[in-house]
């Protein structure tokens, strides 16, 4: 049984409750070691548990704004601090200062964006506060992005599952689709972004 999808994740969430919901999102917004966790299969399967009452929708969704905020904010601090020695060594093996260059200059150009639509595509979610402190992006403006990001990330995914347990009998046994339809959407926007700056890069 795989404990981050379908019964797994069900059991998982059952055993690990809102403090164990509140440590995934947390380690997955932005720290490294959370990039392969559940995320948005988390959170619409914790939507439909409450819609079962095993948890509370009202508690539920402000415990995963707070900590997938604060994930963020610790992966923008991470890269802020760590990512200048990282790249100091322009000859490195792995790292390249140009690299440090052009982070800067993409998060200046599309910062708030990838920080918001970031948080629908998973593993990328993970990297892009990191990569947005490495590029020195504005605090601020990472700041209401990662908010808004945050908020609308926390709230849709839940309220779509606890509103769907309670309209759709045994929802239950259609998670694992309805999860992967919810992931295929999420990325649309994204690559329509950057499909769209491609072709505009090449008209000028």
């Known amino acids: 049984m795989d404990i981050f999808h379908g019964e797994g994740l069900i059991t998982l969430i059952k055993s690990v409750g809102y403090v164990g ?3 995934i999102i947390f380690a997955e ?20 548990l409450a819609s079962q009452n095993f948890l509370n ?6 415990t995963l704004f707070i900590a997938a905020v604060l994930g963020d904010n610790v992966g923008y601090a991470f890269g802020r601090k760590v990512g200048p020695k990282i790249f100091k060594k322009k000859d490195s093996l792995l790292f390249h200062q140009n690299n440090l260059i052009k982070a800067e200059i993409f998060y200046e150009k599309h910062g708030p964006i990838t920080v918001m639509l970031a948080r629908w595509m998973p593993f990328i979610r993970t990297f892009a506060p990191i990569v947005a402190g490495v590029g020195k992006m ?10 808004l990001g945050g908020f609308l990330w926390t709230a849709s995914l839940p309220l779509a599952g606890y509103y769907l347990g309670q309209f759709i ?6 998670l694992l689709p309805i999860i992967g339809v919810i992931i295929f959407v999420s990325v ?3 690559i329509y972004h950057i499909v769209k700056e491609k072709i505009k890069s090449k008209k000028q």
């Open 169 to 174: 009998p045994d929802i239950d046994k259609y």
């Open 57 to 62: 929708i009202w508690i539920l969704i402000p």
């Open 21 to 23: 919901i509140f440590a």
């Open 188 to 190: 649309i926007p994204p």
């Open 29 to 48: 917004s932005g720290i490294l070691i959370g990039a392969f966790l559940p995320g948005d299969s988390l959170l619409f399967t914790a939507g439909f």
């Open 138 to 147: 504005n605090y601020k403006t990472f700041f209401f992005y990662n908010v």
